[in-house]
Protein backbone atom coordinates (compact mmCIF):
# COMPACT_ATOMS: atom_id res chain seq x y z
CA UNK A 1 0.00 0.00 0.00
CA UNK A 2 1.45 3.61 -0.53
CA UNK A 3 0.88 6.28 1.51
CA UNK A 4 -2.15 7.81 -0.10
CA UNK A 5 -4.19 4.62 0.00
CA UNK A 6 -2.76 4.38 4.06
CA UNK A 7 -4.35 8.09 4.36
CA UNK A 8 -8.39 7.41 2.36
CA UNK A 9 -8.14 4.54 4.71
CA UNK A 10 -7.88 6.33 8.16
CA UNK A 11 -10.09 9.28 7.01
CA UNK A 12 -12.23 6.46 6.27
CA UNK A 13 -12.37 5.41 9.77
CA UNK A 14 -12.63 8.73 11.18
CA UNK A 15 -15.71 9.92 9.17
CA UNK A 16 -17.24 6.45 10.54
CA UNK A 17 -16.21 6.92 13.99
CA UNK A 18 -17.58 10.65 14.07
CA UNK A 19 -20.96 9.62 12.69
CA UNK A 20 -21.02 6.49 15.06
CA UNK A 21 -20.62 9.30 18.26
CA UNK A 22 -22.93 12.11 16.71
CA UNK A 23 -25.41 8.74 16.61
CA UNK A 24 -25.14 7.67 20.15
CA UNK A 25 -25.09 11.90 21.57
CA UNK A 26 -28.24 11.71 19.28
CA UNK A 27 -29.97 9.08 20.83
CA UNK A 28 -29.15 9.77 24.01
CA UNK A 29 -30.52 13.90 23.81
CA UNK A 30 -33.63 12.57 22.52
CA UNK A 31 -34.21 9.36 25.01
CA UNK A 32 -33.43 11.21 27.98
CA UNK A 33 -35.34 9.93 30.89
CA UNK A 34 -36.60 6.49 28.93
CA UNK A 35 -33.93 3.93 31.39
CA UNK A 36 -36.06 3.12 33.82
CA UNK A 37 -37.49 6.91 34.20
CA UNK A 38 -41.04 6.78 35.92
CA UNK A 39 -43.99 6.99 33.31
CA UNK A 40 -47.29 9.14 34.05
CA UNK A 41 -50.50 9.70 31.79
CA UNK A 42 -52.09 13.22 31.63
CA UNK A 43 -55.38 14.23 29.82
CA UNK A 44 -56.01 17.40 28.07
CA UNK A 45 -58.79 19.30 25.91
CA UNK A 46 -56.02 20.26 23.91
CA UNK A 47 -52.30 19.79 23.16
CA UNK A 48 -51.68 22.08 20.47
CA UNK A 49 -49.31 19.94 18.21
CA UNK A 50 -47.44 18.21 21.30
CA UNK A 51 -45.75 15.37 19.74
CA UNK A 52 -43.94 11.89 20.94
CA UNK A 53 -40.33 12.70 21.40
CA UNK A 54 -41.16 16.40 23.15
CA UNK A 55 -39.83 17.72 25.83
CA UNK A 56 -40.92 17.24 29.70
CA UNK A 57 -39.48 19.74 31.75
CA UNK A 58 -39.33 21.41 34.99
CA UNK A 59 -38.41 25.12 35.54
CA UNK A 60 -36.76 24.89 31.69
CA UNK A 61 -34.93 22.04 32.70
CA UNK A 62 -35.42 18.98 30.23
CA UNK A 63 -35.99 16.30 32.87
CA UNK A 64 -38.53 13.27 30.36
CA UNK A 65 -39.69 13.20 27.14
CA UNK A 66 -43.07 12.79 25.59
CA UNK A 67 -44.05 8.87 24.50
CA UNK A 68 -46.95 9.04 22.90
CA UNK A 69 -50.28 11.23 22.29
CA UNK A 70 -53.52 9.60 21.21
CA UNK A 71 -57.07 10.04 20.98
CA UNK A 72 -59.18 8.54 23.70
CA UNK A 73 -62.12 7.61 21.55
CA UNK A 74 -64.29 7.61 24.25
CA UNK A 75 -63.95 10.98 26.02
CA UNK A 76 -62.36 12.75 23.06
CA UNK A 77 -59.66 13.54 25.42
CA UNK A 78 -55.72 13.88 24.14
CA UNK A 79 -53.65 11.29 26.04
CA UNK A 80 -50.53 12.02 26.70
CA UNK A 81 -48.17 9.26 27.95
CA UNK A 82 -44.85 11.11 29.23
CA UNK A 83 -41.77 9.82 31.23
CA UNK A 84 -39.45 11.50 33.74
CA UNK A 85 -36.15 11.00 35.29
CA UNK A 86 -36.54 7.76 38.02
CA UNK A 87 -34.68 10.68 40.19
CA UNK A 88 -37.26 13.19 40.58
CA UNK A 89 -40.52 12.49 42.51
CA UNK A 90 -44.06 14.10 41.54
CA UNK A 91 -46.43 14.90 44.75
CA UNK A 92 -50.01 14.00 43.69
CA UNK A 93 -50.87 17.83 43.44
CA UNK A 94 -48.09 18.83 40.64
CA UNK A 95 -49.70 20.26 38.04
CA UNK A 96 -49.16 19.77 34.04
CA UNK A 97 -48.91 22.67 31.13
CA UNK A 98 -48.58 22.44 27.39
CA UNK A 99 -46.54 25.00 26.60
CA UNK A 100 -45.03 26.33 23.37
CA UNK A 101 -40.84 27.72 22.48
CA UNK A 102 -42.56 30.75 21.36
CA UNK A 103 -45.33 32.07 18.47
CA UNK A 104 -44.31 28.99 16.71
CA UNK A 105 -41.82 27.06 18.43
CA UNK A 106 -42.38 23.17 19.45
CA UNK A 107 -44.87 21.95 22.07
CA UNK A 108 -43.26 21.00 24.98
CA UNK A 109 -44.73 19.82 28.83
CA UNK A 110 -43.77 21.49 31.62
CA UNK A 111 -44.43 20.53 35.29
CA UNK A 112 -45.16 22.57 38.28
CA UNK A 113 -44.39 20.34 41.22
CA UNK A 114 -46.61 20.38 44.01
CA UNK A 115 -46.14 20.22 47.76
CA UNK A 116 -48.40 17.21 48.74
CA UNK A 117 -47.14 14.57 50.61
CA UNK A 118 -48.18 11.39 48.59
CA UNK A 119 -46.61 10.66 45.41
CA UNK A 120 -47.41 10.06 42.17
CA UNK A 121 -46.49 6.53 41.79
CA UNK A 122 -45.50 5.26 38.12
CA UNK A 123 -48.22 4.18 35.23
CA UNK A 124 -50.42 7.25 37.71
CA UNK A 125 -52.46 9.86 36.05
CA UNK A 126 -51.89 13.60 36.52
CA UNK A 127 -55.03 15.16 37.46
CA UNK A 128 -54.32 18.15 37.26
CA UNK A 129 -53.84 19.29 33.64
CA UNK A 130 -54.05 22.63 31.86
CA UNK A 131 -54.63 22.88 28.32
CA UNK A 132 -52.29 24.53 25.39
CA UNK A 133 -53.62 28.04 24.57
CA UNK A 134 -52.75 29.60 21.10
CA UNK A 135 -51.81 33.13 21.54
CA UNK A 136 -55.09 33.99 19.66
CA UNK A 137 -56.86 32.47 22.49
CA UNK A 138 -54.89 34.83 24.61
CA UNK A 139 -55.45 37.83 23.05
CA UNK A 140 -59.31 37.12 22.09
CA UNK A 141 -59.34 36.76 26.16
CA UNK A 142 -57.46 40.04 26.44
CA UNK A 143 -59.89 41.29 23.94
CA UNK A 144 -63.20 40.10 25.84
CA UNK A 145 -61.93 41.42 29.46
CA UNK A 146 -61.00 44.94 28.17
CA UNK A 147 -64.52 44.93 26.27
CA UNK A 148 -66.16 43.77 29.28
CA UNK A 149 -64.70 46.04 32.07
CA UNK A 150 -65.75 49.86 29.56
CA UNK A 151 -69.54 48.99 31.08
Not at 17 to 31: K, M, R
Not at 90 to 117: C, H, M, W
Not at 141 to 146: M, P, S, T, V, Y
Amino acid sequence: MDGRNILEHIMGLFVVLSALAFGIYAFSIVHIGSEGGAEYEARFGRVGGLREGGDVRMRGVKVGAVRSVSLDRDTYEAVVRFSVRRDLTLPKDSQIYVASEGLSGSKFLTIVRGNEDGVLRSGELVRRTHDFESIEDKVSKIIFLAAGSDE
